[in-house]
């Protein structure tokens, strides 16, 4: 697993004061994730980070942050993971930023609500169910970088717009300096050569800086979509790599702020055109023995088998931390690309657990792929764990590999593969009734995954009951 040569650590209070000092860093930001997957940060002066702080964090209002705390309780600790620290490129002032993870100050234990908390102890289940040491993860986030976009929402209008110099919308579009005609077709972005890929230079920026935050990076390269891109990033133990998805979220607005342009991690911002997805790989090890390599289909293990199972078992439950908006199912629909049918398969992108051709037993893992990139990483990530964990333990058979078309099966067989949820809602009532899975070893809590539905049915709700212009269309002279 690679390291970044700009990662930066400090053991002690002593080693951030010496690296403080001869970098003239100013500030201190503490950066958390609230449970939608949002990072907030609060900065501190350099001067009020003495050994304790260095140590115990500082305190906030956690009332103020939604799914969390009443007021009437709302002191929380950050605590500093000083293993997980960046320089901020974007900040004026010199300043160093740390991932924390929120404690309880009157029991000093993880809040059980943080994001982060429940990713570390997904991380300790692994030791502690004995199945394994480490679990691995790497995400493939796509994302779309537009010029401008506007959305209005009220009473007496509901609207958005948004441009792209890449759309294959504006062919007959009059510029300044001239149309050069030179853009993607719709759904045929995917590698093209500049001066089509217009956004080569600013993707690499965007590598070129998450590189710089201490994330190993590997590759940037234009998705299918008009307007689509994707930045490469090595996998990592979990915590980590969901740190790291923070980072790449980070670095992505910030770049495309700084140039003049915004990206969205939305599903499906396109009528259309493709989706973004977040495809999710994924492997289990002890120490440096790779569990899913064995002798069965596609050159895996029982254990891996097994995991696929359970991933297949509780996808849908699973669906409302993966694919956790409203938006997660407008790309998430049947009889197109999108992986929705729950099946694996060695050659078939439309299943939704594929197994990627691994030329060692290092390699072999399974890449799931209907996640998107809304998600929380620390939670969907620990979610797909736990559900994979339980498969090995469990024993849960995946069924039969599907390596065929899987959209050009007749209707009576396409019928008996079951699918991810077809809305948030359906999303909402799987994990209502499938969470067990979840519960075990202490890593998610009732309590955390209620406060989560509940926050869930807050978007649903507004979703749901806001008359939609198609509606209009469709209806108004009814």
């Not at 169910?129 to 010029?147: C, K, N, Q, V």
């Not at 067989?413 to 809602?425: D, Y």
Request: net charge negative; charged share 25%.
């Amino acid at each position: 697993m690679p390291t970044s040569p700009h990662a930066i650590k400090f053991k002690s209070h002593a080693e951030f004061k010496k690296y403080a000092d001869e970098n003239d860093i100013q500030y201190v930001g503490f950066e958390f994730t609230d449970p939608r997957g949002k990072m907030h940060h609060t900065d501190q002066h350099i001067s009020t980070i003495d050994e304790d702080m260095f140590k115990d964090g500082v305190m906030i209002d956690g009332s103020s942050i939604a799914g969390w705390k009443a007021i009437n309780e709302s002191d929380m600790r950050l605590v500093p993971d000083w293993g997980k620290c960046f320089l901020d490129p974007f900040a004026a002032q010199p300043t160093i930023k740390v991932f924390c993870t929120i404690y309880e100050p009157l029991t000093g234990e993880g809040y059980g609500r943080c994001p982060r908390t429940i990713a570390e102890r997904a991380e300790a289940y692994v030791k502690k169910s004995g199945l394994a040491d480490t679990a691995y993860f790497g995400p493939e986030a796509e994302f779309f970088i537009f010029d401008d976009v506007k959305f209005d929402v009220k009473m007496n209008k509901v609207s958005y717009e948004f441009d792209s110099i890449e759309g294959p919308y504006n062919t007959g579009k009059t510029y300044e300096d001239g149309n050069t005609g030179h853009r993607p077709r719709v759904k045929g972005g995917y590698f093209p050569e500049a001066p089509v890929d217009a956004s080569s230079d600013l993707r690499a920026e965007m590598l070129t800086v998450l590189a710089s935050l201490g994330v190993p990076v590997e590759k940037h390269h234009h998705e299918v979509a008009a307007s689509q891109h994707e930045l490469g990033i090595f996998f990592s133990t979990l915590v980590d790599c969901a740190d790291n998805m923070q980072l790449y979220k980070y670095a992505v607005h910030n770049v495309a702020h700084i140039y003049g342009k915004t990206a969205t991690f939305m599903p499906k911002p396109v009528y259309g055109d493709n989706g973004s997805g977040m495809h999710v790989h994924q492997s289990l090890w002890n120490g440096k023995t790779p569990l899913f390599a064995g002798d069965k289909y596609a050159g895996l293990s029982d254990t891996c088998l097994h995991y696929i199972g359970g991933i297949i078992k509780h996808a849908r439950a699973l669906n409302c931390f993966t694919n956790p908006s409203t938006n997660s199912y407008k790309r998430l629909v049947p009889g197109y690309e999108a992986p929705v049918l729950l099946a694996y398969s060695a050659r078939n992108r439309s299943a939704s657990c594929r197994i990627p051709y691994g030329n060692s037993p290092k390699a072999k893992r399974v890449e799931v792929r209907f996640p998107d990139p809304t998600a929380n990483p620390y939670l969907a990530f620990a979610a797909m764990l736990m559900a994979g964990l339980d498969g090995v333990k469990n024993k849960i058979d995946p069924g039969e590999a599907m390596d065929a078309n899987l959209y050009e099966l007749p209707a009576e067989e396409l019928a008996k593969v079951p699918t991810v949820c077809g809305s948030l809602r359906e999303a909402v009532n799987a994990l209502k009734a499938d969470h067990q899975f979840l519960l075990t070893g202490d890593v998610f809590t009732k309590d955390a995954i209620d406060a989560y539905i509940d926050l869930k049915m807050e978007e649903i709700d507004a979703f749901e009951t806001m008359p939609h212009p198609i509606e209009y269309l469709m209806y108004y002279s009814s």
